[in-house]
């Protein structure tokens, strides 16, 4: 019970700073009443659906997933260039390739954060989500680098939870 107080106030508080951040009414009494109003909504929604836990209010893991941000952001323009290259290669030899990518471990925010990764990377698109793994086109078969993904995976279980994969 202690640690779903602890959920609960850090939505609270955070749901309370993205609210006057994104509204910019600070003075307007009713306008501001209204925002605590759907903000207590939305906690109590939220902990009457029985979702109130560390994979809904990720806020501990922020420090993590930034780390693991800027990581991506690097892969992504990386893979920009790549992909740049190859489209504005005088001889367009692109080879497309539909590869199965294994995502066994980590929690379901884990296998996510790690498709929505591979999506994110130009180049590559995640296509299917089976039980063990993602199905993967890449634009060349370059892009298809079973290495890369197991680290892109090692990456986002350690982001998401807190360790990396065996």
Do not use: C
Request: cysteine-free.
């Amino acid at each position: 019970m202690g640690r779903r107080l602890v959920y609960g106030f850090v939505l609270t508080v955070v749901l309370a700073v993205l609210w006057l951040a994104l509204s910019g009414m600070w003075s307007n009494l009713l306008i501001t009443a209204l925002g605590a109003a759907s903000v207590a909504v939305s906690v109590y929604m939220t902990i009457r659906m029985g979702v109130l836990d560390g994979e809904s209010v990720p806020f501990a893991n922020l420090i993590r997933f930034g780390r693991y941000w800027g990581w991506l952001g690097g892969e992504i323009f990386k893979a920009n260039i790549a992909v740049v290259r190859l489209a504005l290669a005088p001889n367009l030899n692109i080879k497309p390739v539909l590869t199965r990518v294994a995502a066994d471990h980590g929690s379901d925010l884990a296998r996510t954060t790690f498709a929505n990764s591979i999506t994110l990377t130009p180049g590559t698109v995640t296509v299917e989500v089976e039980p063990n793994g993602f199905l993967v086109h890449a634009l060349d078969e370059s892009f298809a680098d079973q290495e890369a993904f197991r680290d892109m995976e090692r990456r986002a279980v350690r982001a998401s939870d807190g360790e990396a994969p065996a």
